[in-house]
Structures are given as C-alpha cells and as structure tokens.
C-alpha cells in the first residue's frame, strides 16, 4: 500500500479520517479570545451584577408601584391549579414518540442506552413478523436520569425527546420513577413543539 504524503494527509481530518474538504464549518466557538477587558474579570462581575439588579428592581418597583391604571403584576402562579407555559427549550422528562399507527417510532438501536452517561435507559430488542426491530420492553429509571438530552440528540428516529413533563418526578419510592414503553409513550402530536425545535438547533450544529 503506498503511503500518504504530507500534503495529502492534511486533506484528510487526524480523528475521523474524512476528507477535510466534506466537513461543514464549526458552529460552536470554543477558542474564544478575551478581550483585556474580559481578563480583567472584575468589571464582568460587576456588569453581570449591574444586569441583575437592574431586572430585580425594575420588577419590584413595577410590582410595588404599578403604572397608574394597571393592576399590580403578580410574578408567581398559584401551582397545582395553575400551570406555566414552559418554552420549547425546557428539558423535562424524556418520552418516547409514537408513529402515526401508535406504535413507538423507536427501533431498539441501542444508541440512547449506549450514550446515556446516567446509565437510565434499558433496552431489550426484538424483531417484529416483517423484520423491522422494536423494543420489547424500554425502560427509563428518572431516578438515575440526569436530564441531559443525549438521548434524544443520539436518536436517528426522533423517537425519543425530552418533553416539557415535570409532575411526579419526587418520588420516596424509587420504583415508581422506573418508567416502562408504555407509561413513555406520547404521540407525535403532544411534542411537536419539541420536534420543531430540535430540528432547528441540532441542524446549526455540526459534528
Ligand atoms: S436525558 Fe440524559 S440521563 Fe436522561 S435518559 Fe437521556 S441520556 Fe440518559
Ligand atoms: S436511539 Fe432512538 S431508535 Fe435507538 S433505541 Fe434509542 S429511542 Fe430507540
């Protein structure tokens, strides 16, 4: 086998072995440079500081002082009987997405088990009469999870997304935070702002 010169060697990337030339630019800036400002770190504390006082008292003086003729703006919701709209972004409990014959979209690659650095996903596969894999039994230990949303990046089938559910995660009993496929299983209609919303940002990044 003839060897690679230098030049031809740069072409390629050192890690993944890729032409340089295929690789989309990278999105997610690491190496970023401080200005002498910035290093000086102090007067960031400080802006930072300035920031959220400004948000503190500009709240407090409306709540204290409401604006002639409007009510006083209450900041907080009276929870259980009212709920707040969470945003798209919000990572609540992760769920599995039924296709639209109710079935799980998931088909027990194994990729979300694999990557979950909590260790909270079991899968058991299997294969159904036409040859098309499903998982048997899926199960999520919330105790274990750590809300990470590497499942639901891994996941080649959009079949599992972190979903804006928040109630009934303290529990005293653990066994009851071990969700099987069927308590995990939502349609597709109940997390589309989810769906929407990491097709828009998983598609800015590149890996
Ligand atoms: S969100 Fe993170 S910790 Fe939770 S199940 Fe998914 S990969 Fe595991
Ligand atoms: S990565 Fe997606 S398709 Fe693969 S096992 Fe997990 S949920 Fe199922």
């Keep these: 086998m003839s060897k690679m010169t230098g030049l031809e060697q740069s072409q390629y990337h050192p890690l993944v072995g890729v032409p340089m030339a295929t690789l989309k630019p990278k999105q997610v800036r690491k190496n970023i440079h401080l200005t002498l ?3 000086l ?3 960031e504390i400080l802006r930072g500081l300035f920031v959220t006082g400004k948000h503190f008292f500009i709240n407090l003086v409306g709540f204290v002082l409401p604006p002639a003729g409007k009510k006083r703006k209450v900041f ?3 929870y259980p009987e009212e ?3 969470l945003p798209a972004a919000y990572r609540g409990r992760p769920v599995l997405v039924a296709g639209a014959n109710g079935a799980e979209k998931c088909v027990a690659c194994g990729l979300c088990e694999k990557m979950c650095p909590a260790k909270a996903i079991s899968i058991v596969g299997g294969e159904r009469a036409g040859g098309e894999r499903y998982p048997v039994s899926y199960t999520l230990d919330m105790a274990r999870c750590v809300y990470c949303g590497y499942c639901e990046e891994v996941c080649p089938k959009e079949a599992i997304v972190m979903s804006s559910e928040y ?3 303290a529990q005293r009993d653990r066994a009851i935070l071990r969700y099987s496929k069927d308590q995990l299983l939502r349609s597709e209609e109940s997390v589309k702002g989810r769906l929407d ?3 828009r940002i998983y598609s800015k990044c590149s890996y």
């Design 197 to 199: 919303y990491i097709r």
């Design 167 to 169: 109630q009934g995660l």
């Design 37 to 39: 400002w910035e290093k």
């Design 41 to 43: 770190y102090v007067f």
């Design 83 to 85: 709920k707040v709209t």
């Design 76 to 78: 907080t919701v009276y």
